[in-house]
């Protein structure tokens, strides 16, 4: 059974910064896409990254120009790379990948980001 697994959260200042990496079982091209989603307490998930099989990215447009997604597909792991961290990134941020029509899903690993 394919997993992901997320780790790099913590609480950080505003203006701070944070390395996400989610470390999956399988290697990450079988995957057609992997994401990072997060979801506010009382909010619905949102995307926040795409990263796509040949390699390229794409951003919600709250994190363009701070976050920054990238794959090593020898350590079988994607990171989310958080700049200029703000109080309304705080959330639980989700790894996702996606293959033959089935959605995986991480754990979640917490993010606060204080002001």
């Known amino acids: 059974q394919v997993q992901l697994v997320e780790s790099g959260g913590g609480t950080v200042q505003a203006g701070g910064s944070l390395r996400l990496s989610c470390a999956a079982s399988?290697?990450?091209?079988?995957?057609?896409?992997m994401a990072w989603y997060r979801q506010a307490h009382g909010k619905q998930r949102e995307l926040v990254a795409t990263i796509f099989s040949g390699g390229s990215t794409s951003y919600a447009d709250s994190v363009e120009g701070r976050f920054t997604a990238s794959r090593d597909n020898a350590k079988s792991t994607v990171y989310l790379q958080m700049n200029s961290l703000k109080p309304e990134d705080t959330a639980v941020y989700y790894c996702l990948g996606a293959t033959m029509g089935v959605n995986y899903w991480g754990q979640g690993t917490q993010v606060t980001v204080s002001s």
């Open positions: 399988t290697s990450i091209g079988n995957f057609n896409l």
